[in-house]
């Protein structure tokens, strides 16, 4: 739409199609609710213009398709199950506990606050809302998107919107002075109101997928297109100048090279022996912490509407770890932390430790756990080369979620969780069905 004058017609546009998708997700095919939310998660900008149209529903378009997707689900699942029978989801329960056991938390989190256990908090019941969407994405994915041909179409559709969003930030950034490294030379990307921090922590976790994917699916064409991606998602990571992104990158790199290529191994070590000398100027300023600030220094910065702290980080892990002593089974309740504070605690392990206790922790790790398990599954037991290389993408995105959640929330988001949890949607859904194959031909 760049040049041609249309961008402004762009979320009516979207927002028509809201209510198409939803209708044939009932009525035809559930899957292209699934394509057209996933497509859209990546340059989520649009879908936060379309949210703020003074038109009837438009803030409730993704609520919209979420109900249409379930209705599609209940009336076609007998044909697909006909067509391509799968098993029970293998965190079936573990979904369960995360969501009532977050649901549970809310009404603590209210009790705490002295609102009255069961008084409607229609701020934090949003956000409650927006935090087990996620889930039942995984959900909607799981049972849905069976038909390999949805599967390829997921990959084009969101190749062309990676695609974009990469592209939409090279233009926007193109017209920053980035030689040396300020603060006002962070552009925050596609993503609606998330920041630089969340923009690099994204491509930390999808670029690692990609990446994933590149190194074991062998077809040309799709590595090509792997390639197009991991350059267009290493710029954009480089440019986020997000610390943490960093990290969670070396990381995940880390992961690949020991797990499946050594000679990856080798060119990291050479790397991070003269990184110093290879990336720009300003990237080495931000990491080292030695960078011209022509401006004030800002103590906060504003992410969706929540203050971050952006230097006193240990503060802020202090006193959640003093809410979490105090209260160490249940914690303060869910979303609690900010209205505490009026800040974020910049590391979700310890936001979940000081708000859901040690139970709400023990279930968040072992999602990870039973996430790593289901990418490790496929990669090794799919007899197919593209499945393999989705489940070891999967894996490494994994890898990537776990580093870059130390420094700072990129959980509870759905621009960032969305596509994770829709992937794991998918490799669970090809787990179940080799363990299908593999019992009939018992």
């Not at 701020?123 to 994405?137: C, D, G, H």
């Amino acid at each position: 739409m760049v040049g041609l004058g249309l961008s402004e017609y762009v979320p009516y546009v979207v927002y028509g199609l809201s209510f198409l998708v939803a209708f044939l997700a009932i009525f035809y095919r559930s899957e292209i609710g699934i394509l057209f939310i996933a497509s859209l998660l990546p340059v989520y900008s649009v879908v936060d213009e379309t949210l703020k149209l003074e038109l009837i529903f438009a803030k409730d378009i993704f609520d919209i398709l979420i109900i249409g997707m379930l209705f599609g689900w209940v009336l076609q699942q007998n044909k697909k199950n006909q067509e391509n029978p799968i098993g029970q989801s293998p965190i079936l329960i573990p979904i369960f506990l995360f969501i009532s056991y977050s649901l549970f938390s809310y009404f603590v989190g209210s009790s705490y606050l002295a609102h009255g256990i069961l008084d409607v908090d229609n701020e934090r019941l949003a956000l409650w809302k927006n935090y087990i969407t996620m889930p039942v994405l995984y959900l909607i994915s799981y049972y849905n998107l069976r038909d390999r041909k949805w599967k390829y179409f997921l990959l084009i559709l969101l190749f062309f919107s990676f695609l974009a969003m990469d592209l939409k930030f090279r233009q926007s950034f193109s017209w920053v002075k980035s030689y040396h490294f300020q603060e006002k030379s962070r552009v925050s990307g596609t993503l609606g109101y998330l920041g630089p921090n969340e923009w690099g922590s994204f491509h930390t976790i999808y670029t690692l997928f990609i990446i994933g994917l590149f190194l074991v699916d062998k077809n040309l064409w799709r590595r090509i297109a792997y390639l197009i991606l991991i350059i267009g998602g290493i710029y954009s990571l480089t440019y986020s100048f997000s610390r943490g992104a960093y990290f969670g990158f070396v990381a995940g790199l880390f992961f690949i090279s020991i797990l499946k290529s050594r000679k990856l191994l080798v060119l990291l070590i050479v790397f991070l022996l003269l990184w110093k000398v290879i990336v720009p100027i300003s990237v080495v300023e931000r990491v080292t912490g030695i960078f011209k600030e022509q401006s004030g220094k800002r103590d906060t910065i504003s992410i969706g509407g929540t203050e971050i702290d952006s230097s006193g980080r240990k503060q802020l892990w202090d006193k959640a770890l003093s809410l979490f002593y105090e209260n160490p089974i249940f914690g303060t309740g869910f979303n609690t932390y900010y209205f505490l504070m009026g800040l974020d605690t910049h590391n979700v392990y310890l936001k979940i430790l000081s708000e859901q206790g040690i139970i709400g922790i023990f279930i968040y790790l072992g999602l990870y756990f039973f996430a790593l398990r289901s990418g490790w599954r496929l990669y090794k037991k799919a007899d197919e080369q593209f499945l393999k290389a989705v489940g070891f993408g999967f894996l490494c995105a994994v890898v990537g979620s776990i580093f870059v959640n130390f420094f700072g929330d990129r959980w509870t988001y759905l621009q960032i969780g969305g596509l994770y949890w829709m992937f794991w949607g998918v490799v669970d859904q090809e787990n179940s069905k080799l363990n299908l194959i593999h019992k009939n031909s018992k």
